[in-house]
């Protein structure tokens, strides 16, 4: 299993990026979906997840949406009223029965 992460790049503060994640490589449906963020010296966060009903840290409520097609096997993370502070790497995930996978990051960078 593979996941694509695209949409990230430079943004100005108070803009939007909307990131995609596409899976490939099987044919079942995600239990679970998710963004996770990483910043230079800092450790992997959770930004938001999806399974149903969603779950968005503290950071980014109110200002990130995220979306699910498990047709498309794809996640979608609408960032809104960027922050410098949202710089980070952005990673996808996803969840099949007990089995988590991983796409390889797309940087975000917000510049103030």
């Known amino acids: 299993v593979q996941l694509q992460a695209s949409g990230g790049g430079l943004v100005q503060a108070g803009g939007s990026l909307r990131l995609s994640c596409t899976a490939s490589?099987?044919?079942?449906?995600?239990?679970?979906m998710g963004w996770y963020r990483q910043a230079p010296g800092k450790e992997r966060e959770l930004v938001a997840s999806?399974?149903?009903?969603?779950n968005y840290a503290d950071s980014v409520k109110g200002r990130f949406t995220i979306s699910m097609d498990n047709a498309k096997k794809s996640v979608y993370l609408q960032m809104n009223s960027l922050k410098p502070e949202d710089t980070a790497v952005y990673f996808c995930?996803?969840?099949?029965?007990?089995?988590?996978?991983w796409g390889q990051g797309t940087l975000v960078t917000v510049s103030s």
């Open positions: 995930q996803g969840t099949i029965g007990d089995s988590q996978f």
């Open positions: 490589g099987t044919r079942f449906s995600f239990k679970a």
């Open positions: 999806i399974w149903g009903r969603t």
